[in-house]
Structure formats: structure tokens, C-alpha cells
T-cell receptor, first 115, second 109 residues
Framework: DTGVSQDPRHKITKRGQNVTFRCDPI?????LYWYRQTLGQGPEFLTYFQNEAQLEKSRLLSDRFSAERPKGSFSTLEIQRTEQGDSAMYLC?????????????FGQGTRLTVV | GEDVEQSLFLSVREGDSSVINCTYTDSSSTYLYWYKQEPGAGLQLLTY?????DMKQDQRLTVLLNKKDKHLSLRIADTQTGDSAIYFCAESISFKTIFGAGTRLFVKA
């Protein structure tokens, strides 16, 4: 397995446009997380899924943000009507939880720049 | 509340030891982590310690945990220029991981 992969690696968009990012977790991992990292800060939790169920959303996740994990495998994060403040690195992570637990493995992130 | 604090910068000479310190607030943490992030790269898990341990050693890395003071440290022995990066302290609380702002380590040759 090649680890957690995210696509695209970089995205530049105009303010007001919609963007969608994709995350492919490690194949047997049932948990998937989205984090946001702004310059000079550590990652901040946005949301997580257990299989296809979205179990928790941070207050950071405004109603312009929506995340899905329709089949319990890959996930998408969509930002509607982007604002300059949305510029950040969006990190995806996955882990296994249950009888055997693993730590979270992070992807390389999608860097979003809103101009 | 959930908060992780760490100093922003550390500069050491090549071959010296580096010690990066971190304090956290939530005593219910189960695991505490140290992640490394190099420019343009994702987060790499360096090491972790379970909350009922005091110390963990892994090659050049030593993690010390003082649960009473909620203080975590990472010591890197024989620091190399390749160790230059940002180091994040993090605690796991239930399903999520809370990160500090990161300590930027500069290694001078």
C-alpha cells in the first residue's frame, strides 16, 4: 500500500469558486480525518468518518464546507464560494480503529490558494 | 480545554543534542505524539508514547513524559542537518489529535 494519497497537491482558485479535494486512505483503515493547516500553525481538526458515517464536525467547518465518504473508502472535501481565508493546507489522515488500533497516517496534503 | 503549547524555534549545532519541549492541558490524553514536517511535505510520525509511560527511547530519539506537570519532551541525540524541520507535539483525545503550533529546528553545520 502506498499510504494516504491526496489529489490535487496544489490548487489555485479565484474567490467565490467551488473546489473539491479527494483523499484515498490506506485501504483497510476504517477512520478518515480531515485537518486544515494554516501558515505557522499546527493542523486543526475539521471532521472525521468512521466508515461512511461522518461522526464529528469541528466548529471550524462552516456550512460552506462539506465532506463525504460515500462508500467508506475515499473521501471528498468540497468548499463552496471560497474566500481568501480558506487558503491553507488541507490534510487527510486515516487510521484503523477496533480490535486492532493504529495511529493516524497523514497524506501530503492539498495546498489551496484563493486569489 | 484542549491546548498544546510548544516553543517556536530551536537552533543547535550539528552533533549536539536537541531538546524540544511541549505542554498540554487535557489529562485524558491516551497517546502523545511527535510528528516531523519538512518543507512541502506531509506529517511524518516520529514516535509516540502511551500516557501511562514515563520514557520511550527509539534510536536517537528519547521521549520523556511528566504526566503530573503535563509536560512532554523530545530529545534528538547527535542532531544532523537532515533533522532540520518543524516538530509538532500532539495529543490524542478520543477520535481526534490536537497539535501544537510546531517548533522549527535549525541545525547549524
Amino acid at each position: 500500500d502506498t499510504g494516504v494519497s491526496q489529489d490535487p497537491r496544489h490548487k489555485i482558485t479565484k474567490r467565490g469558486q467551488n473546489v473539491t479535494f479527494r483523499c484515498d486512505p490506506i485501504s483497510e483503515h476504517n477512520r478518515l480525518y480531515w485537518y486544515r493547516q494554516t501558515l505557522g500553525q499546527g493542523p486543526e481538526f475539521l471532521t472525521y468518518f468512521q466508515n461512511e458515517a461522518q461522526l464529528e464536525k469541528s466548529r471550524l467547518l462552516s456550512d460552506r464546507f462539506s465532506a463525504e465518504r460515500p462508500k467508506g473508502s475515499f473521501s471528498t472535501l468540497e468548499i463552496q464560494r471560497t474566500e481568501q481565508g480558506d487558503s491553507a493546507m488541507y490534510l487527510c489522515a486515516s487510521s484503523l480503529a477496533g480490535q486492532k488500533n493504529t495511529e493516524a497516517f497523514f497524506g501530503q496534503g492539498t495546498r489551496l490558494t484563493v486569489v | 480545554g484542549e491546548d498544546v503549547e510548544q516553543s517556536l524555534f530551536l537552533s543547535v549545532r550539528e552533533g549536539d543534542s536537541s531538546v524540544i519541549n511541549c505542554t498540554y492541558t487535557d489529562s485524558s490524553s491516551t497517546y502523545l505524539y511527535w510528528y516531523k514536517q519538512e518543507p512541502g511535505a506531509g506529517l511524518q510520525l516520529l514516535t509516540y508514547i502511551f500516557s501511562n509511560m514515563d520514557m520511550k527511547q527509539d534510536q536517537r530519539l528519547t521521549v520523556l513524559l511528566n504526566k503530573k506537570d503535563k509536560h512532554l519532551s523530545l530529545r534528538i541525540a547527535d542532531t544532523q542537518t537532515g533533522d532540520s524541520a518543524i516538530y509538532f507535539c500532539a495529543e490524542s483525545i478520543s477520535f481526534k489529535t490536537i497539535f501544537g503550533a510546531g517548533t522549527r529546528l535549525f541545525v547549524k553545520a
